[in-house]
């Protein structure tokens, strides 16, 4: 009862599309890492892809120690695009729906042989800064929002739990500040 | 290198198609939802994280004791535990920054570019940049310092 008082202005707040999509999708990101886990017994994050595939092109000794993993690390990525590409084939597309799926307003969706693309309208100058600092961040804090956010704190590990904190609060602090500072997207 | 079992780059494979169809579904490869939560416009990312944390700690917390070896490698199951020193700190509050600028990560980044983003190829080109930059300086320390102590 108390919830139908205060509640759903509430909730309309923190979540205006609701939570079924973030909800269901995160559950799936999980599933994902488990199947691997499962068949593997790897706990598997998606930031090592970076160094491991640097390991083919650059002779620096610190990729080396990737080079053993470096082929399925290849294989886990291409099947997170595909992933990404059979939702876009789905759900972006409208060829399937869902109460559970709230198909939201950002960005902008273009078509391209009956399939609807999305594009982001974030900078690119954003993207590539963010990325750089993304790129030596992760390497250096040992994970990022998969190995450290999933695997890490799946695994109660307090390394994980301390960097996810770490750069959640971090990332709050420089994505207010850019905003305050007036860019956007 | 050892010879894998024929199941182990399938399974691989589709471990990541379900990772990445996740992430798509729940708009975590655009950048913009990831932003909308960091500007308290949106709070719905706690869920995905959440959502994926519950999976992964129900199966690292009951696999290892149902199960002796993984079935494609023969590996025990661990879990995913990572030594604590300071570059926790140093990196997570970069990694931070540069998320908090691009509301992009690596893993939702390659999930961008199935969706169709290809303007997300310049986080990528970022990420591989500082990949190397990161790598070329820790080896290049550790050279320097191999006589001192065998730094990770």
Redesign the interface.
Known sequence: MVTELFAPALYETLFPVGISRYAVGGLLVGLGAVVIYLGTGIPAGASTFLESTLSYVSDQPRFQQYVSSRDWRVIFTLGIIAGAAVYALTFQSGLVSSGLYEPGTTGELYEVGGITLWLTEVQPWRLFLGGILVGIGTRIGKGCTSGHGVCGVGSASKTSIVGVITFLIVAIGTAQVVMALGVSP | ?SKRHP???P???????????????????????V??F????????????????????I??AL?PRLFD?????G??????????DR??????????????????????????????????L???????????????W??HR??SETSATGAD
């Open positions: 290198m199941l182990f780059m399974l691989i494979f589709v471990g990541g198609l379900i990772f990445g169809f996740g992430l798509g579904f729940s708009h975590m490869a655009r950048p913009e939802v932003l909308n960091l500007q308290f416009e949106d709070f719905g990312l706690l869920f995905v994280m959440g959502g994926a944390a519950v999976v992964s700690g199966a690292f696999v070896r993984a079935p494609l490698t590996d025990t199951y661990g879990r995913r535990l990572k030594s604590f570059n926790v700190l140093i990196g997570g509050a970069i990694f931070g920054v540069g998320w908090g600028l691009s509301g992009i990560c690596p893993g939702a980044a390659y999930a961008s570019l199935g969706v169709g983003n290809v303007t997300i310049w986080a990528l080109a970022g990420m591989f940049v500082g990949a190397y930059i990161q790598g070329y820790r080896s550790t050279a």
